[in-house]
């Protein structure tokens, strides 16, 4: 359950301005998922969510844009945890994923910043990735296959 959420927390600072977390767990509530402030605040920490300056002038959750380590980590952990399988057909790949974590994976994979993947479209449990080219299709499937033997080997 904790992906789905997480997942349905990123959707919802993307899309709306939320300043508190009192704010975020009535969103949630209304999304039909029963969360605590301790949940939020734990989720908000995992997510590394922080606080900037909106429009209107106040402040709002957001993605932290720094790309440093840690975020690649838990952004590669979200991957390997969610992806039930992968297939590629020309320059397009076909994720499936858990139920409700698609587009989870397909912020990890967009913040990994994997080489040749121009962009993804996510549904509930499916992934649609672009590659540049046919022929760099066999690399982002082998740094997949990567991610996933490191799963292996740490269950």
Do not use: W
């Amino acid at each position: 359950m904790r992906y789905p959420r997480q997942n349905k927390i990123l959707e919802l600072i993307s899309n709306q301005e939320i300043e508190t977390q009192e704010k975020l767990a009535a969103m949630l509530k209304n999304e039909g998922f029963d969360v605590t402030q301790a949940t939020i605040s734990r989720d908000i920490k995992e997510l590394q969510l922080i606080k900037v300056l909106s429009s209107t002038g106040k402040y709002k959750y957001a993605v932290s844009a720094s790309h440093d380590g840690p975020i690649s980590d838990r952004f590669s952990k979200i991957f390997r945890e969610t992806i039930k399988s992968f297939a590629s057909a020309q320059n397009l790949v076909i994720i499936k994923t858990l139920s409700g974590c698609g587009a989870a994976a397909g912020e990890a994979i967009d913040c990994l910043t994997l080489p040749h993947v121009v962009g993804s479209i996510a549904g509930d449990n499916t992934l649609l990735l672009i590659v540049d080219h046919e022929k760099n299709v066999d690399e982002v499937l082998a740094i997949f296959n990567d991610m996933l033997i490191t799963r292996a080997k740490n269950q």
